[in-house]
């Protein structure tokens, strides 16, 4: 069994080859980016802002009102940090590296989570380019719910930070317990394609724009690289 996340199966499906080399076979390094090296820091910062109370450094002060919000929101309930949460192939609750019997078959992390009785806000903070795909928002949720079996209604979002305009800083789903079933439906046969990769080593090419100037995969192993 693998385990599995939302950027592993957007790995995969933006192309199996490069995912192969990248995360199975590891034969091939991807070291972050500019960009991506800046979102690891940003997060960072947030998670130390909301587990040790230290201020948010230079440009990310700005975003001080958004964690006071949150903060006050979650009064009389709990507010969490990069929550880890894991499940196995039943659905059930398991540690984030658990092994056997109980290892992870799906994972999910929360960047901020506000719990209050019955209902959730969950934000992802997000840096670069607002966009509006929202699977992540769906998996994170419908995680949640297994995990969080007292909860009927999550608030799950997209919190843009470089996002000038306050009217568009924020992208909100709103789902609710009962829809659980139907979206695990959506992902199940992108898991399948996934498990089936694995089960018959078959990892076939897939070039795109992304060739260019975004891969990582060298010449020599692929001939759409840098084509």
């Known amino acids: 069994m693998i385990a599995w996340s939302h950027s592993v ?19 091939v390094d991807d070291p972050p980016g500019e960009a991506m090296s800046r979102g690891r820091q940003v997060h960072r910062c947030f998670e130390d ?3 040790q109370h230290v201020d948010l450094p230079g440009s990310l002060a700005k ?4 964690v006071k919000r949150l903060e006050t929101l979650a009064i009389g309930g709990k507010m969490e940090a990069e929550t880890q949460m894991a499940l196995d192939q039943n659905y059930r609750p398991v540690k984030w590296f658990g092994r056997g019997p109980n290892a992870p078959w799906v994972r999910a992390i929360t960047d901020v989570s506000v719990f209050k009785k019955t209902k959730a806000f969950v934000g992802d903070w997000k840096t670069g380019k607002r966009k509006s795909e929202s699977t ?9 719910f297994a995990t969080h079996p ?14 000038a305009n306050p009217k568009l800083r924020l992208t909100v789903e709103t789902y609710h317990r ?8 959506e992902f199940l046969p992108r898991v399948a394609r996934l498990e089936a990769a694995h089960a018959n080593n078959q990892w076939p090419k897939r070039p795109s ?5 975004h891969c990582p995969v060298p010449r020599a192993k692929c001939e759409h690289s840098g084509a």
């Open 136 to 144: 992540q928002l769906k998996l994170s949720a419908v995680v949640m």
């Open 178 to 185: 009962d829809e659980s079933a139907a979206i695990w439906r």
């Open 150 to 163: 007292w909860l009927e209604e999550i608030r799950n979002s997209f919190i843009w930070l470089d996002e």
């Open 49 to 51: 802002r909301i587990k």
């Open 63 to 66: 975003h001080e009102p958004i």
């Open 9 to 27: 199966l957007e790995s995969f499906e933006t192309c199996p080859w490069r995912h192969y080399l990248v995360k199975v076979s590891k034969e």
């Open 209 to 213: 724009g992304l060739c260019k100037r």
